[in-house]
């Protein structure tokens, strides 16, 4: 099983300013990574798959890079409805597809 | 647009059956392998369940085999689960969650969810 890691934890950021988020794959998932936004007592979001690919009506200030097993997503300019939990999840080696643990952005 | 409604959800004592259902719509239901994903409280995500556009094919968590069976009607566009030997650690929201790929090319992550309903496990 490919255990997902992120980092940090926790994430506490200003409004406009900009958040850089990590995950980590136990082994290579090639370019096969997605991000979620979570909201309080809402369903996941997609962001991106792909590693780097916005889905349908993601906004430009969400980006995600890397391959391999070190992935990062990056929101410029933050806005208020960017706070949230954001998962990763790998989809290259599966049974299991495995998630990250997730990261809380906060405001600051 | 796409909408996924599931329903079903409710507390059941530990080594009861439960059985949650999740309607789709806006977009054709049998060419897309569907996903029951879960949340426990204030927890992450765990895919439990995957079957594929015609039903033939489904994986499963380890942590659900066994007790867990995912199913659909194609016909109804309605993905079911059904779940018995409920323990206090399956409580959680159950989401239901759509494939992004085509017929027999499933992407294996999840384009959309629907609101999820609670399973409380629970004497």
């Known amino acids: 099983e490919i255990v997902m890691t992120q980092s940090p934890a926790f994430l506490s950021v200003s409004p406009g300013e900009r958040a850089t988020l990590s995950c980590r794959a136990s082994?290579?998932?090639?370019?096969?990574l997605a991000w979620y936004q979570q909201k309080p007592g809402q369903a996941p979001r997609l962001l991106i798959y792909?590693?780097?690919t916005r889905a349908t009506g993601i906004p430009a200030r969400f980006s995600g890079s890397g391959s391999g097993t070190e992935f990062t997503l990056t929101i410029d300019s933050l806005q208020s409805e960017d706070f949230a939990v954001y998962y990763c999840?790998?989809?290259?080696?599966?049974?299991?597809?495995?998630f990250g643990p997730g990261t809380k952005v906060d405001i600051k | 647009q796409v909408q996924l409604v599931e329903s079903g959800g409710g507390v059941v004592p530990p080594g009861g059956s439960l059985r949650l259902s999740c309607a789709g719509s806006?977009?054709?239901?049998?060419?897309?392998?569907m996903n029951w994903v879960r949340q426990a409280p204030g927890k992450g995500l765990e895919c439990v369940a995957i079957?594929?556009?015609?039903?033939?094919?489904?994986f499963y968590a380890d942590s659900v085999k066994g007790r867990f069976t995912i199913s659909r009607d194609n016909s109804k566009s309605s993905l079911f689960l059904q779940m018995t030997g409920l323990r206090a650690e399956d409580t959680a929201i159950y989401y239901c969650?759509?494939?992004?790929?085509?017929?027999?090319?499933?992407?294996?992550?999840?384009?959309?969810w629907g609101q999820g309903t609670l399973v409380t496990v629970s004497s």
């Open positions: 969650a759509k494939d992004p790929g085509g017929p027999y090319l499933p992407l294996y992550y999840f384009e959309s």
């Open positions: 806006g977009f054709t239901f049998s060419g897309h392998s």
């Open positions: 079957i594929s556009d015609d039903g033939n094919i489904a």
């Open positions: 082994q290579s998932v090639s370019s096969n």
């Open positions: 792909g590693a780097s």
């Open positions: 999840q790998q989809y290259n080696n599966w049974p299991p597809i495995t």
